[in-house]
């Protein structure tokens, strides 16, 4: 099963989201998260690591044994593929040789985009697209502008104060809302302490366990 999570804004919570379907994830199977966006080693805790990565993987023509090679273990049942330190570039057809191997995995494998959509050709192929967006209209705006394969869901993290509902964002993005998370600052608290990966909040996994299941 292969997810892709990316978000048209800043701030949404991605890396967050992702790493908590991964970590869900890990509970049952072997999984992969793939960090496309830099920030996953920060928020599950661990050092950044210093060697290759999934952008230079791309850039290489290395063949897809070698992602192993690149993974570094977060914790039992979860390794992490970090973004390394090649460029990012969107129309290398490697994305696509990438996206055929992970969706034929029996793994698990999450994808954070961050901010930024995934490279088409990855996307395609992904059973799961999610984009993760809070209920404001300058990221609606920005997610209705994406020009690649749509997302078949959506995760809504939610905040007190805002106007659009689910059925609003499930309208504009012509999605589905799959998954609503509420803000919790037990969340906040253990990715700054590190400690999203032996503790992960139980708010966090209850949204998203059935995405997981």
Not at 80 to 92: E, F, H, K, L, Q
Not at 159 to 166: D, Q, T, V
């Given at each position: 099963?292969?997810?892709v ?7 949404s ?5 992702s ?6 994830h890990?509970?049952r ?20 690591p ?10 290489s ?10 993974s ?11 973004r390394?330190a090649a460029?990012t570039?969107?129309s ?5 040789e990438?996206?055929?191997h ?7 494998v ?30 609606l ?5 994406f ?23 499930a ?16 969340v906040?608290?253990?990715v ?10 139980h ?9 997981a299941?």
């Amino acid at each position: 099963m292969l997810t892709v999570c990316w978000a048209a804004k800043g701030g949404s919570g991605t890396t967050v989201v992702s790493c908590a379907l991964a970590l869900l994830h890990a509970r049952r199977a072997p999984t992969w998260l793939i960090d496309l966006a830099g920030d996953v080693p920060a928020a599950l805790g661990f050092e950044e690591p210093s060697g290759a990565g999934i952008l230079d993987w791309i850039a290489s023509s290395a063949d897809a044994s070698a992602l192993t090679a690149i993974s570094v273990p977060a914790c039992e049942r979860l390794d992490v593929i970090p973004r390394g330190a090649a460029p990012t570039v969107t129309s290398n057809p490697r994305w696509a040789e990438l996206g055929e191997h992970l969706a034929g995995l029996s793994t698990a494998v999450v994808i954070d985009a961050g901010t930024s959509p995934p490279p088409p050709s990855l996307a395609e192929v992904a059973q799961n697209r999610l984009l993760v967006t809070k209920p404001c209209y300058l990221s609606l705006r920005r997610s209705v502008g994406f020009t690649g394969p749509p997302p078949t869901g959506v995760v809504l993290v939610q905040e007190a104060g805002r106007a659009l509902r689910a059925d609003d964002v499930a309208f504009a993005l012509q999605a589905p809302v799959v998954a609503e998370v509420t803000i919790d600052p037990a969340v906040a608290r253990a990715v700054g302490a590190g400690l999203l990966v032996s503790r992960l909040p139980h708010s966090l996994a209850g949204n998203l366990r059935g995405l997981a299941a």
